[in-house]
């Protein structure tokens, strides 16, 4: 099909302003690993976006970061709190999702009018502290767990898109002698892969980003997440990223290399991850939102 003057403008402009976006998104990312291997006394010296590592190309930030003993635990710490999070929220988010979406549930709208609530209205910071003061969750993973497992948006999601589901599938597994939870396991969660594999994402960012919580409820060093620990070096220009150095002399230096190591340490996991699910997420995120 021909496609007139205007047709071929008007993808010229969007095939510019994609690039622009693309460019936008990348340089940060780009910038930031070839300043990870630059020749640091160069590094300081060099202002501007770096679009090639300058000077000789150096491992170094990264050796540095890799035996830190702390950096290393807060990553080992960061996967670990990101597992236990993803799994409990999804488990409590599809169970909740799931029974929000049957049609026979009492009260159902009553209770998810509570749960909209939430999302526009919380008890706040000083409530929530002594929550989890006075559950004796304070210094122990359970404070960075628990309080943020779960989403309201994530099971709001989830609940439209079960309802999408036609209701002879729950119908006839029903009528099969199947309870509620065979349903959900056999029937809901095999139709629902895409929306799932979605929820998953968001979780696993969510918590991969989370450290406001464990400055709040947390002291002990040693249950620090990576997260929190980078924002130390980063932000807060902790002296804990001057320690990594041995001489004196160094001190400046390796602060600028570790700092830019332990961004793409901290970056690199969820770039390798999100290439696997991107292809379920439109599917995933429209799926139930256009009903016929």
């Not at 020749?39 to 830190?68: F, Q, W």
């Not at 980063?234 to 001489?247: D, F, K, P, R, Y």
């Amino acid at each position: 099909m021909k496609r007139s003057r205007g047709e071929n403008i008007f993808n010229v402009f969007n095939i510019i302003i994609l690039l622009i976006v693309a460019f936008i998104c990348l340089a940060p990312i780009w910038h930031v690993f070839c300043a990870s291997v630059s020749d640091p006394a160069m590094l300081l010296a060099y202002k501007g976006l770096l679009l090639k590592p300058i000077g000789e190309i150096t491992m170094n930030g990264y050796r540095m970061a890799l035996k830190n003993g702390s950096i290393v635990r807060g990553y080992m710490n960061t996967l670990c709190y990101v597992t236990s999070a993803t799994l409990i929220g999804m488990f409590g988010s599809v169970v909740t999702a799931y029974a929000l979406s049957r049609k026979d549930l009492l009260l159902k709208n009553q209770l998810t009018f509570l749960l909209a609530f939430t999302m526009l209205f919380n008890g706040g910071l000083i409530p929530t502290y002594l929550l989890v003061r006075n559950l004796n969750m304070l210094n122990t993973v359970w404070a960075i767990i628990i309080p943020n497992c779960l989403s309201v948006y994530n099971i709001m999601l989830l609940k439209t898109s079960f309802s999408s589901l036609p209701d002879g599938l729950i119908d006839a597994a029903r009528i099969d002698g199947a309870g509620h939870f065979k349903t959900l396991t056999n029937v809901v969660v095999p139709c629902s892969k895409g929306i799932l594999a979605v929820i998953s994402l968001f979780y696993i960012v969510q918590h991969w980003n989370s450290w406001f919580h464990t400055a709040i409820y947390v002291t002990d060093r040693s249950l620090y997440p990576l997260q929190l620990l980078l924002r130390e070096i980063v932000v807060m220009n902790s002296q804990s990223a001057l320690e990594l150095a041995g001489e004196d002399g160094e001190l400046s230096l390796a602060r600028e290399l570790v700092k830019y190591a332990v961004i793409v340490i901290s970056v690199l996991p969820m770039m390798v991850v999100y290439p696997f699910i991107q292809k379920y997420f439109v599917t995933g995120v429209m799926l139930g939102s256009i009903k016929e």
